[in-house]
């Protein structure tokens, strides 16, 4: 069992900038890919950026070249990084983690979810 436990979400102005982090538990997360997702009001959940267990990396077309994701094996915590961010970025992002190792971009494609971190951007 894989529990994941994300934080770093708040308020901030547009253009402005966060981190969020996942931190994870369990021996095998260096095997799993991660990803992010956000779930704004009224909407599904959406795709914004996954990292496979070889660093392979993509992200929605919507984030692109404005947020990063990174993983940290040592602390087996994986980040999102947010820059230039937008309203339409508002949303609860999740983290989430995949057993096979290789990018996913479908929510059912993952097997751990964590509980979500509301991000707030203001206009």
């Known amino acids: 069992q894989v529990q994941l436990v994300e934080s770093g979400g708040g308020l901030v102005q547009a253009g402005g900038s966060l981190r969020i982090s996942c931190a994870a538990s369990?021996?095998?997360?260096?095997?799993?890919?991660m990803g992010w997702f956000r779930q704004a009001p009224g909407k599904e959940r959406e795709f914004v950026a996954a990292i496979s267990r070889s660093a392979d990396i993509d992200y929605a077309d919507a984030v692109k070249r404005r947020f990063t994701i990174s993983r940290d094996a040592a602390r087996n915590t994986v980040y999102l990084q947010m820059n230039s961010l937008k309203p339409e970025d508002t949303a609860v992002y999740y983290c989430?983690?995949?057993?096979?190792?290789?990018?996913?971009?479908?929510?059912?494609?993952?097997?751990?979810w964590g509980q979500g971190t509301q991000v707030t951007v203001s206009s």
């Open positions: 369990g021996r095998t997360f260096s095997s799993y890919a």
């Open positions: 989430a983690a995949r057993i096979s190792g290789a990018l996913g971009y479908s929510t059912y494609e993952y097997n751990y």
